[in-house]
């Protein structure tokens, strides 16, 4: 059994959190204490390819959230398990998450193309 650290973090209210989620992450709700996004792929492969890159991003910040994931559907649900609530932690990474799942290559007008268009290609349903 994993030990449990005491944090003095800021737990955060429901009105507060579902406040924050409307005006930081709109895709993003507040379900059960945790505060939850489902990402559409393309198949398997995508979704696998998001879950190790929202994997990566968790291990780097040593904040884990919870994940599903089936064929074409990846969720992710964040919460602060030492401090039982939501926290400042859930929303930095559910930012990172989130901008590292939304970037698209080919708007920036830069050198990277992004993925081709059609069905073959399919990758992320992009907001």
């Given at each position: 059994?994993?030990?449990r650290?005491?944090?003095?973090?800021?737990?955060?209210?429901?009105?507060?959190?579902?406040?924050?989620?409307?005006?930081?992450?709109?895709?993003w709700?507040?379900?059960?204490?945790?505060?939850?996004?489902?990402?559409?792929?393309?198949?398997?492969?995508?979704?696998?390819?998001?879950?190790?890159?929202?994997?990566?991003?968790?291990?780097?910040a040593?904040h884990?959230?919870?994940?599903?994931?089936?064929?074409?559907v990846?969720k992710?649900?964040?919460r602060t398990?030492?401090?039982?609530?939501?926290?400042?932690?859930?929303?930095?990474?559910?930012?990172?998450?989130?901008?590292?799942?939304?970037?698209?290559?080919?708007?920036?007008n830069?050198?990277?193309?992004?993925?081709?268009g059609?069905v073959?290609?399919?990758?992320?349903?992009?907001?």
């Amino acid at each position: 059994m994993a030990t449990r650290i005491q944090t003095n973090e800021k737990v955060y209210p429901e009105e507060e959190i579902r406040r924050r989620l409307n005006r930081e992450l709109s895709h993003w709700q507040l379900n059960d204490g945790w505060i939850c996004r489902s990402y559409n792929t393309g198949g398997w492969r995508a979704t696998l390819m998001l879950v190790n890159a929202v994997g990566h991003l968790a291990e780097a910040a040593f904040h884990h959230p919870d994940i599903e994931l089936s064929y074409a559907v990846l969720k992710v649900k964040l919460r602060t398990h030492s401090a039982d609530g939501v926290t400042d932690k859930d929303f930095e990474l559910a930012k990172k998450i989130e901008a590292l799942i939304l970037w698209r290559p080919g708007s920036e007008n830069g050198a990277l193309e992004g993925i081709p268009g059609g069905v073959g290609y399919k990758y992320v349903e992009y907001d």
